[in-house]
């Protein structure tokens, strides 16, 4: 069977939309946790753990916590679509499958029914995308954060 515009239409807008949402989410999402992180900067005159090495550690954790709340939102709202689309049939499968796309792992033998599989590899993308920003963002976070402790 030959896949037209027809059949695969649907499939590369909501991709297209879904992939939108889902970068912005985390924009917003990391542009809230710099926000967060400016204000703790700011108090930590006052607060003299954060310049340790303790606090340094607590920071980079909390923010690579913050950015996988981040992804796990990302999936759900992915996992939510896929339901509502009936491309899989159930939530859990919607889940599962939709963390193992976001990750690229794809190992879990679930499958999209035929008209969304293309939805798959389009949240592998988004997947691949999302992960390199949260990768960079930690990196940005850590020289920050022992830049400012190495320079107090």
């Known amino acids: 069977m030959t ?25 917003f999402g990391i542009a809230l946790i710099i926000r967060i992180f400016e204000r703790l900067r700011a108090m930590s005159a006052q607060n003299a753990f954060l310049d340790t090495t ?16 981040l992804h796990a ?4 709202i992915w996992a939510a679509v896929y339901l509502l689309l009936g491309a899989t049939p159930s939530f ?9 796309s976001m990750t690229t792992r794809g190992a879990s033998d679930l499958e999209l029914t ?4 293309l939805m798959g590899a389009t949240e592998a993308g988004d997947g691949m995308l ?23």
């Open 3 to 27: 896949h037209t515009w027809g059949t695969w239409g649907p499939s590369w807008c909501w991709s297209l939309l879904l992939f939108a949402v889902t970068i912005a989410i985390h924009a």
């Open 54 to 69: 303790l606090g340094s550690v607590a920071i980079i954790v909390a923010v690579t916590l913050a950015l996988a709340t």
């Open 73 to 76: 939102i990302e999936a759900l």
């Open 92 to 100: 859990a499968d919607a889940v599962l499958y939709s963390v193992d």
């Open 114 to 117: 035929r008209e969304w599989r």
């Open 130 to 152: 999302l992960f390199g920003i949260s990768t960079a963002f930690i990196f940005y976070t850590m020289v920050r954060v022992w830049r400012n402790r190495f320079q107090s």
